[in-house]
């Protein structure tokens, strides 16, 4: 066989007489010298440049202590109105708030780091939920924020060291509330630092806890045995315990790749979506975790209930609006919400509240927890999201409500709860705390009472609760308004 190259039969002035076409190295080659100097240097150097990218992060995936860098500290400049008269005040509550945290870690630190919590009257501490150090987890993402940098590294390294397989002897783990502070807790701070050792805790906290999710519905035991690596088997568990660990677990699935986790507490939503219910989008606070029915309990926008319906639309909107479901699930609740659960005051217009409900979406209790101020953010954020504008007025309404809760006591501090009457002078009496729909006949209304809008019941203490103060928040920053 001839070696030569064979000719074509039409020949051309702009192609080769070769009739095989060039090889991809000539025609690189052919491009390459036909740049001139300057350009071929500053290619180069582009080239070099990314190879030596590529070659860094693949050193830091192999040799695990480079990966342990605390990430880029990541400063938001705060945006200043020079036309505002409250410019300048903003940045000293600001300042303020910061310095506040920074105190509060400092006594944290001084008497009771590693444990779960401070007790600041007797500068003691305890270890009430399990000894994992909860407080701190809690508070690294915080720290952050504020950007406390040196605060973040010292509980970053207490928490890369704790074994959350392990907690105080006898003690079995809540479930609920262990997604919501140690898992949500280093997730975030991970996402803030890219601290791996982060995200490798955060996983083995989830895989720690999924044992929760071995009943023959899915629905979640309320407590888990970590020590045994079992949960400990219960015949109900409440709402909010059961539907509000989806977006942790979800968000755990997206960064690891494992999707057990999400479809584990995915299973939950689908199970009360199709749940019966006394009336559309509506809840009793109990389910049966062999059945997965929703069996007793009042209806209630406040504790153990509140969340399930704050995560309905944040799911939506961490889905980035795909899965439907969530919003259909959401705005059901909420119109249903807004037709049977919501009132207001006899004596001042403005004032709406959301009371609670018996298990049969019948009878009708005119208290307002503080717990269920994280209302009006909700529907804040609902109205934006989903273009509902009534929501949004509904949302200023209620917390104008919160804001009085506070701006009505002697001390400006807001009650766990309040009370109102309905315009037959009848409502709930303020010495009976046990049954919630034994709705009386109340004596006239005192002028304290008619100036308030609302008269305190039996519980007037105060918890730190952030309901409030998150919803104004919220409503500022979708508003604009600094009313």
Not at 233 to 251: D, F, H, I, M, S
Not at 266 to 289: A, C, M, S
Request: with cysteine; proline share 5%.
């Amino acid at each position: 066989m001839s070696l030569e190259p064979t000719l074509r039969s039409e020949l051309s002035d702009e192609r080769p007489l070769l009739s095989g076409e060039p090889s991809l190295k000539s025609r690189i080659k052919a491009k390459w010298y036909r740049l001139d100097r300057v350009s071929r240097v500053v290619f180069s150097l582009f080239a070099l440049t990314i190879g030596a990218v590529i070659v860094a992060r693949v050193m830091i995936e192999i040799f695990d202590p480079l990966d342990l860098w605390n990430g880029p500290r990541i400063t938001i400049p705060p945006r200043v109105d020079d036309g505002n008269d409250t410019a300048h005040t903003d940045k000293e509550r600001r300042a303020a708030v910061r310095s506040a945290m920074r105190h509060a870690w400092e006594g944290y630190h001084q008497h009771a780091f590693g444990h779960d919590e401070l007790l600041p009257v007797s500068n003691k501490s305890n270890d009430k939920w399990g000894g994992w150090g909860v407080t701190l987890i809690d508070a690294l993402d915080t720290l952050y924020i504020m950007e406390l940098y040196d605060e973040f590294d010292q509980g970053v390294t207490h928490a890369v060291n704790v074994d959350f397989a392990k907690a105080k002897k006898g003690y079995t783990t809540p479930f609920f509330e262990m997604i919501i502070r140690s898992l949500a807790g280093l997730l975030t701070a991970y996402e803030m630092s890219l601290d791996r050792r982060l995200l490798d805790k955060a996983e083995q906290v989830g895989n720690v806890l999924l044992p929760a999710f071995n009943t023959s519905t899915g629905i979640p035991y309320p407590r888990v045995d970590v020590n045994a690596g079992q949960a400990v088997p219960a015949n109900r568990v409440c709402l909010a315990e059961a539907g509000t660990v989806q977006l942790e677990y979800w968000k755990l699935s997206e960064l690891t790749g494992n999707s057990i986790y999400h479809n584990a507490a995915q299973r939950v939503v689908d199970i009360l979506d199709e749940t019966e219910k006394p009336y559309p989008g509506l809840y009793p606070i109990w389910i049966d975790i062999e059945s997965g029915n929703l069996t007793s309990g009042q209806i209630t926008f406040g504790g153990q209930g509140d969340s399930w319906y704050e995560y309905m639309l944040k799911q939506y909107i961490f889905s980035h609006k795909k899965v439907d479901q969530y919003r259909r699930m959401y705005v059901e609740s909420i119109d249903s919400m807004k037709e049977k659960m919501v009132k207001r005051s006899v004596f001042d217009p403005q004032m709406y509240y959301v009371g609670d409900l018996d298990s049969a979406a019948k009878r009708f209790s005119p208290k307002f927890q503080h717990l269920t101020c994280f209302v009006p953010g909700m529907l804040a954020l609902g109205s934006k999201v989903l273009d509902r504008p009534d929501d949004l007025e509904l949302a200023k309404n209620l917390t104008y409500t919160c804001f009085q809760m506070y701006n009505q006591t002697a001390t400006g501090l807001g009650p766990e709860y309040v009370l109102f009457r309905d315009n037959q002078d009848k409502g709930l009496s303020n010495t009976n705390h046990d049954d919630d729909f034994a709705v009386v006949s109340l004596d006239k209304a005192p002028d304290s009472e008619k100036a308030d809008g609302f008269y305190l019941g039996y519980d007037k203490s105060y918890v730190l609760r952030p309901e409030t103060v998150e919803s104004l928040m919220i409503l500022y920053r979708i508003t604009g308004d600094k009313v």
